[in-house]
Every structure is written in C-alpha cells, then in structure tokens.
C-alpha cells in the first residue's frame, strides 16, 4: 500500500481530549448493556474501576436486565474484550457519545491498570 500513497501505523489507543477553560476536558460515552440476570454482578464488578456510574436498571422478567451507565470514553478500551470473556459472550453492549466534562481521577482499563501514587510515602524507619 505503501506504492499506492497510503500509509498505516497501530498504536495504543488513546482518548481525544479537549482543552476548555484551562481544564482538560475528557468525552463521556453513554454505555448500554442487555445481559442475563446471573452476569449482572460480572457487569457491576467491571465498571467499578472504570468509573461507570449507574443511571438505569431495568429488569424485565425475562431473565435479561438492561443496565445504562456513563463513562468516560478511556474507561471502555479494553471493556468489550474483557465483558465477552467473563460472561462467554452473552450480552449486547451498546454506546454513543454523549458530552465532555472535566477529567476525573484517574480510571482503570482492566486487570494491567496501574495505579500510581500521587504522594510520596515516607520513608522507613531506620533500624536501631
């Protein structure tokens, strides 16, 4: 493709953000799943660390629970792999962008997040 004038590189993906104000702005995406009512503690469980706040829950008696949620857009790379696994395959997840706000604290993107300090721990004391 190279010949033809066209180019591709991969990279990690990474969040558009925008810069308002002096503050960075970061995109919140409205984020549906329609999952079976025995996968519902599998959902919750993965959305924690991502900062998904729950803004709907309907069971419709069926088996099937429709939960609603907004996070931010860094919160789901990586999500939909990891939701596939844990619950073999079975739910629909749905998203659309909704708006930007401020950035929060800082989210995990699954089991290889890291969380790094922003203090300094004091140091050990010396032995005697």
């Given at each position: 493709?190279?010949?033809?004038?066209?180019?591709l590189t991969v990279g990690k993906p990474q969040v558009v953000t925008r810069?308002?104000?002096?503050?960075?702005?970061?995109?919140?995406?409205?984020?549906g799943v329609h999952v079976p009512e025995e996968h519902l503690g599998v959902v919750t469980?993965?959305?924690?660390?991502?900062k998904g706040r729950l803004q709907q829950m309907v069971n419709h008696g069926s088996g099937w629970v429709r939960m609603e949620y907004l996070i931010p857009a860094?919160?789901?790379i990586?999500?939909?792999?990891?939701l596939?696994?844990?619950t073999r395959a079975r739910p629909s997840p749905t998203?659309?962008?909704?708006?930007?706000?401020?950035?929060?604290?800082?989210?995990?993107?699954?089991?290889?997040?890291?969380s790094w300090p922003t203090a300094r721990a004091p140091p050990p004391p010396s032995p005697s």
């Amino acid at each position: 493709m190279r010949r033809e004038g066209f180019e591709l590189t991969v990279g990690k993906p990474q969040v558009v953000t925008r810069e308002i104000d002096g503050k960075v702005h970061e995109p919140i995406e409205r984020l549906g799943v329609h999952v079976p009512e025995e996968h519902l503690g599998v959902v919750t469980r993965l959305m924690a660390p991502r900062k998904g706040r729950l803004q709907q829950m309907v069971n419709h008696g069926s088996g099937w629970v429709r939960m609603e949620y907004l996070i931010p857009a860094r919160g789901l790379i990586g999500f939909r792999t990891e939701l596939m696994t844990e619950t073999r395959a079975r739910p629909s997840p749905t998203t659309s962008s909704r708006a930007t706000s401020p950035g929060r604290d800082r989210c995990g993107s699954g089991p290889t997040a890291a969380s790094w300090p922003t203090a300094r721990a004091p140091p050990p004391p010396s032995p005697s």
